[in-house]
């Protein structure tokens, strides 16, 4: 029975958890127009969240572009259909690797950040401070990092797409000697923009609201100590990415299941 008791408090605690969850959720839904209203916060946000990431999203995307053309070419080259190797390549950045490994990166970078600087503002009591002064903070602080990240997150994932297609030419094209016409040829005919191209932005919003919130809610129920906050920003990289791999699996199956 005690066995039966623990198991029935911790799934209820869970399923609380879940709840809790869902209404921050909410909440942040409800106070993101009176952020679009005053646009500038959000401005001043994307350039924290979004321009900072450029650098590791970009070194990412070139060296993804390069393992992925070297290994696909090896690959290729047995059976002669090198000539693919740039439709190949396109479509993985485009449709997986892109949204994905971008979503992962601006969880590491990007959603620890936003985690800690709230778990420091809850624990410095300044959203406190906000709410005896009749000022929501769902409003003034978390919409905003919240609208930032999902408007940064897609046009990450774009430029880790763009650049790995040129380190993969780099590699395909100045390094192996590939054709440089049939390189793009392909690529031009065989990708289609609404399809693969669309399919990804939509991947990578998705994933921008996945792990904008997540950082936010772990930031803003982190207990206002030191080892809260850090276990808060652990805990916000591990949820955020075991919920971007569950969900590229579902969208995958959406999107790509019927010709």
């Known amino acids: 029975m005690n066995a039966l008791a623990v198991l029935g408090t911790r799934s209820l605690d869970v399923l609380r958890g879940f709840g809790h969850a869902a209404f921050f959720f909410v909440d942040l839904l409800r106070a993101a127009p009176a952020a679009l209203r005053r646009f500038g916060l959000v401005v001043v946000q994307i350039h924290v969240i979004g321009?900072?990431?450029?650098?590791?999203?970009?070194?990412?995307?070139?060296?993804?572009?390069?393992?992925?053309?070297?290994?696909?070419?090896?690959?290729?080259?047995?059976?002669?259909?090198?000539?693919?190797?740039?439709?190949?390549?396109?479509?993985?950045?485009?449709?997986?690797?892109?949204?994905?490994?971008?979503?992962?990166l601006f969880a590491?970078?990007?959603?620890?950040?936003?985690?800690?600087?709230?778990?420091?503002?809850?624990?410095?009591?300044?959203?406190?401070?906000?709410?005896?002064?009749?000022?929501?903070?769902?409003?003034?602080?978390?919409?905003?990092?919240?609208?930032?990240?999902?408007?940064?997150?897609?046009?990450?994932?774009?430029?880790?797409?763009?650049?790995?297609?040129?380190?993969?030419?780099?590699?395909?094209?100045?390094?192996?000697?590939?054709?440089?016409?049939?390189?793009?040829?392909?690529?031009?005919?065989?990708?289609?923009?609404?399809?693969?191209?669309g399919n990804g932005i939509v991947k990578s919003f998705v994933f921008g609201i996945i792990c904008t919130a997540v950082a936010l809610y772990q930031g803003y129920e982190a207990k206002p100590t030191p080892e809260g906050v850090s276990y808060a920003t652990t805990r916000a990289v591990v949820i955020s990415s075991l919920c971007v791999l569950g969900m590229d699996f579902v969208l995958t199956a959406l999107m790509f299941s019927t010709p």
Not at 134 to 141: G, S, T
Not at 145 to 156: D, E, H, Q
Not at 171 to 190: P, R, T
């Open 51 to 104: 321009n900072r990431s450029i650098v590791i999203i970009a070194a990412s995307g070139m060296a993804v572009g390069f393992v992925l053309a070297l290994q696909m070419y090896y690959a290729l080259v047995t059976y002669g259909a090198t000539e693919s190797l740039g439709l190949i390549v396109n479509l993985a950045l485009v449709r997986e690797l892109g949204p994905v490994v971008a979503a992962l």
């Open 108 to 197: 590491g970078r990007a959603g620890t950040s936003l985690t800690a600087e709230i778990g420091l503002m809850k624990a410095g009591e300044q959203l406190s401070a906000m709410e005896m002064m009749a000022i929501d903070p769902k409003r003034r602080v978390l919409a905003p990092r919240f609208l930032a990240g999902v408007i940064s997150m897609p046009i990450l994932a774009i430029l880790f797409s763009v650049v790995g297609i040129l380190g993969a030419y780099v590699v395909a094209v100045l390094l192996i000697g590939l054709d440089a016409g049939n390189f793009w040829s392909i690529m031009q005919e065989k990708v289609d923009v609404w399809r693969d191209v």
